[in-house]
Each structure stands twice: as C-alpha cells, then as structure tokens.
C-alpha cells in the first residue's frame, strides 16, 4: 500500500505542531523546513486540515497553526481523510471499471481497506509523538522570550 505525497506531507505536518509547537502557534515555514516539505504545498495542505478542524490558524505577528484538540484526540485517520476523502470499504477506486470475474477475491478490497481505516482511526498523534521521543527524534521547540533591562 502507498500514501500519496499529499497524505504524507500531512502526517508530518500536523506531527510536527504536536511535536515541536509546544501549543504555541508555528509558522508553516518552519514546519516546511523542519520536514523538507515546501512550504507553498504544506500551505495548501494545512487549508485542507483547517476546514477539517484539526488545525487553527493565527494571524499576525507571533501567528501560525496551532492544533484545534490536544492529539490524544486527533486520530491518523482524521488527517488522512481530510486530504484525501473517505478511507474504509466505500473508497476502493476504480471497482465499476474492473471487469467482474466469478474468480476473483472481490470481497476483499473492501475488507481490507476497511481494516486499514480502523488501524488509522486507532492511532492518535500523541501516540506518534511518544514513539517519536522513544526514537529520539530531534525536537525543535519554542524558546521562551528572554527580556533583559
């Protein structure tokens, strides 16, 4: 099975605000920089995640997406799906335009695509966020403002 580009720039996305935001609100920028993501896609794709309600945005100065839920609350599958559609039985592609055949295994794309819904749906961001610690994946948090008189 493949992710597309889209699917996966996402992940890394919405990964990187729990990972590295801290709940302060980060720049598309520098979320494109961290991932290796160009920032004029990963703004397309932070739109999509938006309208979503997984992510919320801030303007101005000290502006960026902040993630709308703690990530305890955000699954795989709600990412997915806000980039790509519906994941599960109803999104086998192209099921009219096979030739039917009373030797195939027909059944099982939906059962499978089902199958892989239900893992996404399953896993929470936080729980990519805790492997990425166990993994010792560089953080880059927010620095606190440090005034001197």
């Not at 996305?13 to 290796?36: C, H, K, M, S, T």
């Not at 993630?67 to 599960?88: D, H, K």
């Not at 996404?120 to 620095?143: F, K, N, Q």
């Amino acid at each position: 099975m493949r992710f597309s580009r889209r699917v996966q720039y996402a992940l890394c996305g919405i990964f990187d605000l729990a990972y590295n935001g801290g709940g302060e609100p980060v720049r598309v920028q520098a979320v494109g920089a961290r991932q290796q993501i160009p920032h004029r896609f990963l703004e397309q794709i932070f739109q999509r995640l938006r309208k979503a309600d997984l992510i919320r945005g801030k303007r101005g100065p000290g502006g960026g997406y902040v993630l709308s839920r703690p990530p305890e609350q955000i699954s795989l599958r709600e990412v997915v799906e806000a980039v790509e559609g519906p994941v599960g039985a109803g999104a086998v592609q192209d099921a009219e335009s096979w030739p039917g055949s009373a030797f195939r295994p027909d059944f099982l794309w939906g059962e499978l695509a089902e199958r892989v819904a239900q893992r996404l749906g399953e896993v929470s961001v936080a729980e990519i966020c805790r492997e990425a610690a166990r993994h010792a994946v560089a953080r880059d948090l927010p620095t606190g403002f440090d005034f001197q008189i």
